[in-house]
């Protein structure tokens, strides 16, 4: 389980535990004053958010933030991330069909649609701490969380207990009817990894539980979470099922235009019901943020709240037969604004300025669009003036109206005059410093594309923006031009090539996607892109990339080995010669895995829960074969292994794994209680151990008799009186014996025990045994002795399990080490131990 440093910082102690030791109590044990269980979060970008940060960025706000800071820092997280809204206008056709759209739209669905889920969740972006706000009305991310675990005492250092590891899913889908968004969350199935030790991860660790639940930071005045939290232990969250909340704003809490509220959401967790830890403070998972409006001018969506964090844009194509005239008109408009009409001055003279046209996407310095109320017919009549006076000579200023400073007028009825920015913005053709363009085009494509406009405001949901200066702006949206040619009945300009950068070096894990953030741009068409990775000189032979996209700029490689590579991103235009940059790509080892359900891990890597074998307590005859399955995976698929097997007697194997396991078979010659220890080593030094322990009995051995009494520990507190004698008869094969019983029972208590059942018998040759069995009323023991007097009773209820782990009845030694040749019985106070050879 790769778990960053950040996540195993210890708890500190508190001051009044940091005594020196010779003031600390002469106590066997120390005692604890908590269990804490702190959480980070980890993506696939090398981010690591932990507790501490995240509830240092997450704190209580008494008022939501305002329009303008709000829209301020969501375009700084879209800028700096990449997001923009992939809800284009070429999904919405003329805008006819648009009613029944919003209305399907209404209410979220119960669950989330799993093809978008899988879609989403796949792109780009996904796998961040941003997460990928897709459009303005959905949302995916997915992380890794990371719980860790630690006793704390009030004299001597926290203790690391165990880590929990899972992915989970984070899906946000708004309304478009009222002003509410739902998130879903969920951990994948079969994601969870527990790594607390050999019992633990199966006893403790699945047990424990956390509470999720949706809310929002301006909560309850200005927004709510609604729907109540959802506790599940892991063993239960490790199933899959969808959680879902409702993030409600507050309509009457807006004294803004359109009622307009922005809020931060996130899922936060605190402690479940269930397991012994807790967490000291509510955790957060990286709040993301909505604006919600009541704008009843759009049509069948009175209400509606959207994922702020993008850069909205309309996209228009050049290719697009219905629409190309339109479309070249912008790119040109766009890219080379002195060159459209009216012109500064006239032909040959220099220009005392450039023409600044807003609205263009890709760039970080260009303004947006923004879209006025249609009511306002003051600004509506002059953007109309000043186009009509561009397009058809009718100013009334000459000085403006040269004929060679405008365009040849269109031709009605087959031509209408078309104008950049759109008549529908606040940065029209009213412009008093002439920054527009102005262009004849055929009258059908004008008004196609003035439908898809139309349908682009209310699909994206973009509100109107007041004109008056003490009003705060609303949405800011651009114009994506695609497909470009030159065409049209300007001159067409020079190719240039185009640029190609690849973006920063990245470092990631081998096996996991690692993100190459890369960009091109060409200013005449989309240029084609190839991403190429290769491995630098010292890596292992068979290292090689696979990149997820080669084609997109920003993509994913994934490495089948360690080492250093480099990342090449070529773009051509089809005109000039290809571009390039190249990026560094660190890849990191990981731990080779070892699965199995009978191990303890003790490396920091995910391991698979099933394959591993025997499991803990199998019960074998002293000389038989005892075979161990350990199947071996490792995201580093071009990694080789070797394996070494410690059997407990003294044989330790060492050897290569063979078709990626590292099974081994082995017989034991005497009877004995065997933990068998496993390492896997990976050609690059990462290792991975597993434990699991074997019975092995001999009826020809011996047996064993005892009698007595010791003192028996709180809290079953007394004398106790114990007596056995177990014994194989002649004809029994094992692993029951045949002939004995063993009973305890401690004096002035109700604690008794007396074997109805005698699974198997243990006596090695050095006076040592071993005897496990069951009661009548359900109860498992191991009984351990140690010729002459030693003596150790572990009880514990059997729908437990078949062997004792935490949850015990009765322990007169108490610990959780199982083996004979650990087990360390307490000293008798009369009577005897005795194992007859």
């Given at each position: 389980m790769a778990v960053l440093g950040a996540a195993l910082t210890p708890p500190a102690v508190a001051e009044s535990s940091q005594v020196t030791p010779s003031a600390m109590p002469a106590a066997a044990e120390d005692p604890k004053t908590e269990r804490e269980v702190r959480v980070s979060f980890r993506y696939a970008d090398g981010t690591t958010l932990t507790t501490d940060q995240l509830r240092a960025k997450v704190t209580k706000a008494t008022e939501p933030l305002t329009p303008e800071q709000a829209q301020r820092e969501a375009k700084q997280v879209a800028v700096a991330t990449g997001q923009k809204s992939y809800r284009d206008s070429a999904e919405f056709g003329d805008g006819e069909e648009e009613a029944g759209r919003i209305a399907a739209l209404a209410e979220p669905p119960d669950e989330p649609d799993s093809g978008f889920v899988d879609t989403c969740l796949s792109l780009p972006g996904a796998e961040s701490a941003v997460g990928r706000i897709h459009n303005r009305f959905q949302y995916c991310q997915r992380g890794t969380m990371i719980f860790d675990y630690w006793k704390i005492y009030t004299n001597k250092p926290p203790e690391h207990e165990g880590t929990t590891e899972a992915k989970y899913n984070i899906i946000g889908l708004s309304s478009n009817q009222t002003r509410k968004a739902r998130i879903y969350f969920r951990i994948e199935e079969d994601s969870v990894d527990y790594d607390w030790g050999l019992i633990d991860n199966w006893v403790t660790a699945p047990g424990q539980s956390f509470v999720a639940v949706g809310d929002c930071q301006e909560s309850p005045t200005y927004c709510h979470g609604a729907f109540s939290g959802i506790d599940r232990t892991w063993g239960d969250w490790d199933r899959g099922d969808w959680a879902k909340w409702d993030i409600y704003s507050h309509e009457d809490q807006s004294s803004y235009q359109d009622k307009v509220l922005y809020h931060r959401w996130f899922i936060r967790l605190t402690s479940g019901e269930e397991g012994e830890f807790k967490m000291i403070k509510d955790i957060h998972t990286p709040d993301r943020m909505i604006r919600c409006d009541s704008a009843g001018y759009f049509q069948h969506a009175p209400n509606a709240c959207v994922f702020s964090e993008v850069l909205p844009h309309i996209t228009y194509s050049t290719g697009d037969r219905d629409l190309e005239s339109v479309a070249f008109h912008i790119k040109t408009a766009q890219d080379f604004p002195n060159d459209t009409y009216p012109l500064l001055v006239p032909p040959g003279v220099p220009r005392p300025r450039d023409k600044k046209m807003p609205g263009r996407l890709g760039s970080e310095s260009d303004p947006g669009l923004h879209r006025y109320d249609p009511a306002n017919t003051t600004v509506a009549r002059s953007n109309e003036a000043h186009k009509e006076a561009a397009c058809y000579r009718t100013g009334t200023e000459r000085d403006w109206y040269f004929d060679l400073w405008l365009p040849t007028p269109p031709q009605p009825p087959a031509e209408q005059c078309d104008e950049y920015p759109f008549a529908s913005t606040i940065e029209g053709a009213a412009h008093p410093d002439w920054d527009f363009s102005v262009r004849p085009v055929p009258q059908r494509q004008n008004s196609v594309a003035g439908g898809r406009l139309r349908a682009y405001y209310t699909g994206d949901r973009i509100l109107y923006t007041s004109t008056d200066p003490d009003a705060p702006v609303q949405d800011e949206f651009w114009v994506n031009i695609t497909d470009g040619g030159s065409g049209g009945s300007l001159p067409a300009p020079v190719n240039e090539p185009p640029t190609a950068d690849a973006g920063p070096d990245v470092t990631g894990d081998e096996g996991a996607r690692i993100t190459l953030n890369g960009y091109a741009h060409d200013r005449e068409s989309t240029p084609a892109l190839t991403w190429t990775v290769s491995p630098v000189s010292g890596t292992d032979a068979g290292a090689a990339c696979v990149v997820a996209d080669p084609h997109a700029a920003r993509t994913t490689v994934t490495c089948n080995d360690d080492g250093e590579f480099v990342a090449t991103l070529t773009a051509s235009d089809g005109v000039n010669g290809p571009v390039s940059d190249r990026a560094g790509v660190t890849v990191r080892n990981v731990a080779p895995r070892v699965s199995g359900s009978g191990g303890s891990l003790r490396g920091s890597a995910t391991a698979d829960l099933n394959g591993f074998g025997p499991e803990?307590?199998?019960?074998?005859?002293?000389?038989?074969?005892?075979?161990?399955?350990?199947?071996?995976?490792?995201?580093?698929?071009?990694?080789?292994?070797?394996?070494?097997?410690?059997?407990?007697?003294?044989?330790?194997?060492?050897?290569?794994?063979?078709?990626?396991?590292?099974?081994?078979?082995?017989?034991?010659?005497?009877?004995?209680?065997?933990?068998?220890?496993?390492?896997?080593?990976?050609?690059?030094?990462?290792?991975?151990?597993?434990?699991?322990?074997?019975?092995?009995?001999?009826?020809?051995?011996?047996?064993?008799?005892?009698?007595?009494?010791?003192?028996?520990?709180?809290?079953?507190?007394?004398?106790?009186?114990?007596?056995?004698?177990?014994?194989?008869?002649?004809?029994?094969?094992?692993p029951e014996p045949g002939n004995g019983k063993v009973t305890v029972r401690v004096q002035g208590t109700d604690f008794e025990i007396g074997s109805g059942r005698l699974e198997w018998l243990v006596v090695t040759p050095d006076d040592r045994l071993a005897v496990k069995g069951e009661t009548a009323d359900g109860r498992g023991f191991v009984l351990y002795g140690y010729d002459p007097g030693r003596l150790r009773l572990v009880v514990w209820d059997l729908k437990t399990g078949a062997y004792p782990v935490r949850a015990k009845l009765y322990d007169n030694r108490p610990s959780l080490e199982y083996d004979l040749d650990l087990a360390d019985p307490q000293e008798i106070t009369a009577g005897s131990v005795q194992v007859h050879n």
């Open positions: 803990p307590w199998s019960v074998y005859r002293a000389g038989t074969d005892v075979t161990v399955a350990v199947p071996v995976s490792d995201p580093g698929t071009n990694d080789t292994h070797t394996c070494v097997v410690v059997w407990d007697d003294g044989v330790r194997e060492e050897f290569a794994a063979t078709g990626k396991r590292c099974d081994r078979t082995h017989r034991y010659a005497h009877p004995g209680m065997y933990t068998i220890g496993v390492t896997v080593t990976d050609d690059d030094l990462g290792t991975r151990n597993r434990q699991t322990m074997v019975v092995a009995y001999d009826p020809d051995a011996g047996f064993a008799t005892g009698g007595g009494h010791f003192a028996s520990p709180a809290p079953v507190e007394g004398k106790a009186h114990f007596q056995f004698n177990p014994k194989y008869l002649p004809a029994d094969q094992g």
